[in-house]
C-alpha cells in the first residue's frame, strides 16, 4: 500500500508534458499593411488545409517584406566575399509596385533594360538594407516568372540625387510594360554598387552580373521560389488586364 501511494503521489508532481512550440517565428521586415499580415496569416493557416486560400486584396506599391518561413539564400556572393549582414537579414524579400518611366539609360546608353519601381515602392524597402547588386525572380503582371538582376541605391557612375531600385529580368519582352505591375522577390546579394571609369567598364560588370545571376537562380533551393504563390495576383489587382 506505501508503494501504491508513493507512486500517485509522484504521478501528481510530475510536470505536464509542455506543447512543442515553432523554432521560428514568421517574421516581416518592412513596413506592412494591416491587409498584408492578414494575407500571410491566412496563407499560413491554409498550409494545413486542402485547397488554396483566398488572399485578400493587396495595395499595389508596397513593399511585402521578408519572411523567415522562406528558404533562406547562400551567404556567400560573387567572387566568394561575404554578403553584408545588412543585405541578407532581409532576404528574401517580396515587392511588387506599378512600373513608371524611369532615366531611360538602361536601353539607350547600356542595351541593358530596367524595370523602374516608383519613389513609393523604393521608400517602403528597409531602411537598412544595402545598396548593390541583388538578384532574384521577377513577374509582370500574371505572366511567366523570370530570373532578374536588380540595382539598389544611387548609381554612382550617373550620380543619381534619389535611391532607386532598378529590375533587369533576363528576358526579351516584344514590348514595354509601364503601367504594368511587377512582382519581384530578391533572393541574394552579388555585390556592392560602385563608380566606374568607362561606360564600357559599367557594361562589362552588369553582364557579369547577369551571369553571376543566372548561375545562382539554378541552384534548387532558389528555383522553389520561381513558383511561390506570390507571383499570382488576383485578376482585380492586374493593371490594364496583363
Not at 508532481?13 to 517574421?27: D, Q, T
Not at 541578407?88 to 524595370?115: D, N, Q, W
Not at 525572380?137 to 536588380?150: E, F, I, R, S, T
Amino acid at each position: 500500500m506505501a508503494e501504491k501511494l508513493e507512486l500517485s503521489r509522484r504521478w501528481r508532481l510530475a510536470p505536464a508534458p509542455c506543447p512543442s512550440l515553432p523554432h521560428r517565428r514568421l517574421g516581416i521586415q518592412s513596413r506592412l499593411v494591416d491587409s498584408t499580415a492578414a494575407r500571410l496569416a491566412l496563407r499560413q493557416r491554409s498550409s494545413a488545409q486542402e485547397g488554396p486560400a483566398r488572399e485578400p486584396s493587396l495595395p499595389v506599391a508596397v513593399g511585402v517584406g521578408s519572411r523567415a518561413s522562406r528558404p533562406r539564400p547562400h551567404r556567400p556572393c560573387a567572387g566568394g566575399r561575404a554578403a553584408p549582414a545588412a543585405a541578407m537579414r532581409h532576404l528574401p524579400y517580396f515587392c511588387r509596385g506599378e512600373v513608371v518611366r524611369g532615366f531611360g539609360r538602361g536601353s539607350k546608353e547600356l542595351g541593358i533594360p530596367t524595370a523602374n519601381f516608383s519613389e513609393q515602392v523604393v521608400e517602403s524597402f528597409p531602411s537598412d538594407i544595402s545598396t548593390g547588386i541583388y538578384y532574384g525572380w521577377a513577374c509582370v503582371g500574371n505572366g511567366d516568372v523570370h530570373k532578374m538582376v536588380l540595382s539598389i541605391g544611387w548609381n554612382p557612375y550617373y550620380k543619381n540625387v534619389k535611391k532607386s531600385v532598378e529590375t533587369h529580368i533576363i528576358h526579351t519582352f516584344k514590348e514595354d510594360f509601364y503601367g504594368e505591375i511587377l512582382s519581384i522577390v530578391i533572393i541574394g546579394y552579388i555585390r556592392p554598387e560602385k563608380n566606374f571609369d568607362s561606360l564600357d567598364t559599367l557594361i562589362s560588370a552588369i553582364q557579369d552580373d547577369i551571369e553571376e545571376a543566372n548561375r545562382k537562380l539554378d541552384l534548387p533551393e532558389h528555383l522553389k521560389l520561381k513558383e511561390d504563390n506570390f507571383f499570382r495576383m488576383p485578376e482585380s489587382k492586374l493593371v490594364n488586364g496583363h
